[in-house]
């Protein structure tokens, strides 16, 4: 008894690949060697190797079974040692999977998706962006990069967690952020005041294009500001975009009361309802802008922009340059057709 539970316990002190190549060389050994030791019974090492696994997971289904004495004794013996080693291989898959289950939602294993949304500061703004992406992009995939929260904050498939400082480059390679098709950083909802917050941001932005720049690639890095009056400190950290809630919100509201009507346009193409804001290439060969507005116009799509620029209304006959991106407002229906 005392020999059984020792071997029992150094099995389960194996290493994982050595309990696996253990329990395949059991079940290999036991299905040839049942053949070899009753050919009349077991008329092919499968059907040893289906009584080999009908045995050591317990199920005994009993079609097939020995009938000679060395192969009742050697049943006995693969039911003593068998059934245990493939207790404790089973067991040892089972933890793996809780283990690596358990990391996963704690944000500490590697991320290897590529083209994926990087959101860095969990707030309720960043919920928000979050439920809208998946919502309306059901290819996009994110993560969740964020300090404060003990475990992924935001359950769903498509979503994945880092947990750490964001500005540490070991975290952003955990990330893969090399790999991302773009970065958003949040304005941190616990900061003490706007400074301090954009403070945070700019810190973060930075060691984003600093690690970018030692690997030699550029991440297209988009950053909230709580305060416009920063942004001149940002102009060095070579961010794409920046986002000013405060006062797009205000400048929002002043055109509201000008002009009724103005802020629901902007809810429809911020919000996913009817209308929305796409971007496309030039991949149909259009020469011009009147050409583009032409073909887009015949589809029910409106042309607004090339990236920022809006005064392409007024170059209709300009040549669209070859790393366009193409602004157009449709529904979701038209937008699917192109």
């Not at 616990?190 to 690639?217: F, M, P, R, Y």
């Not at 405060?246 to 002043?254: I, S």
Request: proline share 3%; charged share 20%.
């Amino acid at each position: 008894m005392i020999f059984f539970r020792r071997l029992f316990f150094k099995a389960i002190h194996l290493n994982n690949w050595t309990l696996f190549f253990a329990t395949c060389f059991l079940v290999s050994f036991s299905s040839f060697f049942v053949h070899y030791i009753e050919p009349e019974t077991f008329t092919s090492p499968f059907e040893g190797l289906w009584w080999t696994m009908t045995t050591v997971v317990t199920v005994g289904y009993g079609d097939v079974s020995p009938v000679t004495m060395p192969g009742k004794l050697f049943a006995m013996l693969l039911f003593i040692f068998g059934i245990g080693l493939m207790t404790v291989f089973i067991g040892k898959i089972i933890d793996s999977l809780s283990i690596r289950k358990r990391l996963k939602e704690e944000g500490k294993l590697m991320v290897t998706r590529e083209q994926h949304i990087i959101l860095i500061n969990w707030t309720n703004r960043a919920r928000i962006a979050l439920t809208e992406l998946l919502e309306t992009f059901p290819e996009v995939h994110a993560v969740i990069i964020d300090e404060t929260a003990e475990k992924n904050p935001f359950l769903h498939e498509r979503v994945e967690f880092v947990k750490g400082a964001p500005a540490s480059e070991k975290l952003l390679m955990q990330a893969n952020f090399l790999k991302a098709k773009s970065i958003m950083i949040f304005s941190p909802e616990n900061a003490v005041n706007a400074s301090a917050a954009d403070g945070l941001t700019l810190l973060i932005a930075s060691g984003i294009e600093a690690s970018a720049h030692k690997h030699g690639q550029n991440v297209y890095t988009i950053c909230e500001v709580a305060d416009s009056a920063h942004l001149n400190a940002f102009s060095h950290a070579n961010v794409e975009e920046f986002i000013t809630p405060n006062d797009t919100a205000a400048h929002l509201a002043a055109r509201s009361v000008l002009f009724n009507g103005s802020s629901e346009i902007i809810r429809q193409l911020t919000c996913h309802d009817g209308y929305d804001l796409y971007h496309i290439e030039n991949k149909s060969g259009w020469r011009t802008y009147r050409d583009a507005k032409r073909a887009l116009d015949e589809k029910g799509i409106l042309l607004v922009a090339n990236h920022h620029d809006f005064s392409i209304i007024k170059k209709l006959d300009d040549p669209i340059p070859s790393n366009a991106r193409l602004f157009i407002i449709c529904n979701e229906e038209a937008y699917s057709k192109l």
